[in-house]
């Protein structure tokens, strides 16, 4: 990597939020257990911190997160949270049970990941930062009144909101695997007086890099003509990953990095937020490759000693091969769906 392209990125301020007492309670979730841990180990073993400035972050209270979820929602997950109890007859109504159980101190980790974006945004909104980081948020799925897909609360919608206070317009990216809820066909474009500030660009299974590449690029190249965006909140969940247990994309954390740095050369505010991402090495993988790409930082090929490195084997590798999955997307139907979103960003005012 050339002397001019360290400079270049030197120059961008990135704040990552971290604190030890962050990570102990994300790893509590079950379904990513320990996966916080793996992120900044990995972070830390490639010696990415010394680039950032790590802002601690504080807990959300009931006011800040209700700026989004009702009020009777969060009161139930405040009561359930404090005895685990499992039985309420009300919690199946808050979407509670099945994939977001109700465990000991879930309130707790809600308020906790719902104030790091908060805290994230807030840095953004006073201009300390131009990028800020949150890999253990991008809980896309909650609802307003409900638990979903393993999210209690959404806070990249409450990083949204709390960077609307001093932008008209946030731009809200996610490349996860599984879109929000409530969304997800091409022809999904938002309602009432969102019609047309939502894109859907549905995909088949077995996308690659340069495919996934050119669909970004085509449609965020109009999306960012047509609404002019002052700030960006970008989710980067890592279920699209060859070789996670969601079995359906075959990408590679170069693919979305190449994604990330398009975003990027907007020179934005922008909020970067984690998600999906179930082969737990593989995300942290991707994420720490995408943190290099913030900070324009070469990373080695070698998996670094460090606490969890015997999760890494057998290859000890950053690198992530694609599997030999087929991508069922044929060019003539991807460039169907491109050719309808586009015509749909027109009505965009």
Partial sequence: MSDDHNLRNVKRNVDYIYSPEYVEICDSLSKVQNRASMVHSL???YGLTKYMKILKPQAASMEQMAAFHTGSYLEHLHK??????????????????????????IFDYAAAVGGASLTAAQSLVDGKCDVAI?????????????????????????GILKLREKYDRVLYIDVDLHHGDGTGDVTDT?????????????????????????????????????????AVVMQLG????????????????????????????????????????????????????????????????????????????????????????????????????????????????
């Fill in 43 to 45: 972070i830390e073993a």
């Fill in 80 to 105: 359930i949270s404090q005895d685990g109890d499992n039985d309420d007859p009300q919690s199946s109504d808050f979407g509670l049970g099945y994939d977001c159980p109700v465990v000991e101190g």
């Fill in 134 to 158: 949150n890999w253990a948020g991008g809980w896309h799925h909650a609802k307003k009144d409900e638990a979903s897909g393993f999210c209690y609360v959404n806070d990249a919608v409450l």
């Fill in 190 to 230: 938002g309602l009432g007086k969102g019609r047309w500030y939502t894109v859907n660009v549905p995909l088949e299974d077995g996308i690659g890099d340069d495919r996934y590449y050119h669909v970004f690029t085509s449609v965020m190249q109009q999306v960012q003509t047509m609404f002019n965006p002052e």
């Fill in 238 to 349: 890592a279920d699209t990953i060859a070789g996670d247990p969601m079995c359906s994309f075959n990408m590679t954390p170069v693919g979305i990095g190449r994604c990330l740095q398009y975003v990027l050369e907007w020179e934005l505010p922008t909020l970067l937020l984690g998600g999906g991402g179930y082969n737990l090495a593989n995300t942290a993988r991707c994420w720490v490759y995408l943190t290099g790409t913030v900070l324009g930082q070469s990373l080695a090929s070698e998996i670094p000693d460090h606490e969890f490195f015997t999760e890494y084997g057998p290859d000890y590798s950053l690198e992530i091969s694609p599997s030999c999955r087929p991508d069922r997307n044929e060019a003539q139907h991807v460039d169907r769906v491109i050719s309808t979103v586009r015509a749909n960003l027109k009505n965009v005012v």
